[in-house]
């Protein structure tokens, strides 16, 4: 059974300099926390210098995040690159049939291949929270007038409102202030 997820680098590895390129597009349905507007599109490129594989790629989504100020939802694009390098350890089976080549990669904190596949998803999920804008902000920013962020204000200084985070519950079940 194939899957969609794995990418097969056992023969880039048993052949260094030889190159995979892949399309991938996903809506990365793993991540609960993740809401997507557009799949996570881009490519990867692979290749084995006989010590290392190579991946590169460059991805790009719209998702929905939350603004750093008001707590309001804001569709941003979301770009990035990817740049991994991995040990290989073993020799490659085209220079000899004693041995082979695998990836090394047991220094990562969740798995990213299962013996030479890649685990695709895993990496992209992996880069892709390392990309995402740290604090997200609305078209009205720090400094312009921004009508959730002087409800939250308003609301605070009539003592309805201890900390900014429970305007989330209070919106959702009573609605805005009037």
């Known amino acids: 059974m194939k899957r969609d997820d794995i990418l ?8 260094p300099g030889r190159t995979i ?3 991938i597009s996903t809506d990365l349905p793993e991540e609960e926390d993740l809401d997507l507007v557009t799949p996570l599109e881009g490519f990867l490129e692979a290749m084995s210098t006989g010590s290392m594989l190579l991946v590169t790629g460059e991805f790009k989504t719209r998702c929905t995040l939350e603004c750093s100020r008001c707590g309001g939802p804001i569709e941003q694009d979301v770009e990035f690159e990817i740049s991994e390098e991995f040990p290989v350890e073993g020799t490659p089976a085209s220079y000899g049939t004693d041995d082979h080549a695998r990836v090394k990669a047991d220094e990562e904190p969740y798995p990213l291949f299962e013996e030479n596949n890649l685990l695709v998803e895993n990496l992209l999920r992996q880069d892709f929270w390392i990309n995402m804008p740290m604090q ?3 078209e009205h920013g720090w400094e312009g007038p921004c009508p959730q962020a002087a409800e939250i204000d308003a609301m605070r ?6 900390h900014p985070f429970d305007l989330l ?6 609605g805005p202030e009037e």
């Open 8 to 15: 097969d680098l056992h023969d880039v590895l048993q052949h």
């Open 21 to 23: 390129a892949v399309d």
């Open 136 to 138: 997200p902000i609305c």
């Open 157 to 162: 200084s009539r003592g309805h409102l201890d």
């Open 169 to 174: 519950g209070k919106l959702k079940t009573e």
